[in-house]
């Protein structure tokens, strides 16, 4: 599936042919077993959850059509998107579903499964690693603006080991940690 290059017009949305001997039969079923997707087989296509997006207009694949390649058996394309990482998981297409599918909490899914077969951005596995190391992705005051605002070094009683510990022990700790 891909849109016209063209921007003359109204956007167009071509169906580019799709090889069926590269379709995987049991991706329905593995998005279907898992914790958020026994309801993806009741989608009708119906594009409520792209019109809801805020950030579908920047996506080759549309949320209803990452649920349609789900269907299809697409796994490799859905696994391999950027899509479902640049997600924002803001929810506003699953709350208008009118089937009851679960379209971010499958988004989350399918990043799982792209986890474990390796399949994360560069970015999103930078980020982890600062995650892990820092146990904080967002430094409160930068050194340099605590010395200047006369701060102690160190935000009082702001301790992250704790959660760094709990952190290396889950599958996000051992991805990132490169096990
Ligand atoms: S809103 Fe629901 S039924 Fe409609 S296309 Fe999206 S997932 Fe499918
Ligand atoms: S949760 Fe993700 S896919 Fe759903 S509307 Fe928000 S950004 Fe779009």
Excluded at 5 to 34: A, C, H, S, W, Y
Excluded at 56 to 69: E, F, G, S, T, V
Excluded at 127 to 154: F, I, N
Aim: proline share 6%.
């Amino acid at each position: 599936m891909a849109e016209t290059d063209d921007k003359t017009g109204p956007p167009v949305t071509l169906i580019e042919p799709i090889d069926m001997t590269k379709l995987d039969p049991n991706f329905r079923k593995e998005i279907q077993n898992m914790p958020d997707g026994d309801e993806v087989n009741a989608c009708f296509a119906c594009s409520t959850c792209t019109a809801a997006c805020p950030i579908a207009n920047q996506w080759k694949y549309k949320p209803h059509q990452l649920i349609r390649m789900i269907l299809l058996g697409m796994r490799e394309e859905v696994l391999s998107s950027r899509e479902i990482w640049e997600c924002l998981t803001c929810f506003q297409c699953q709350e208008r579903c009118p089937q009851g599918v679960r379209v971010t909490d499958i988004i989350f899914d399918l990043r799982d499964l792209a986890s474990e077969e390796g399949k994360i951005p560069d970015a999103v596995k930078f980020l982890a690693k600062e995650l892990l190391e820092k146990g904080q992705l967002y430094v409160v005051t930068a050194d340099w603006e605590r010395e200047d605002l006369d701060l102690e070094p160190e935000v009082p009683g702001l301790s992250t080991d704790e959660f760094k510990e709990i952190l290396k022990r889950t599958r996000t700790g051992k991805i990132a940690g490169g096990e």
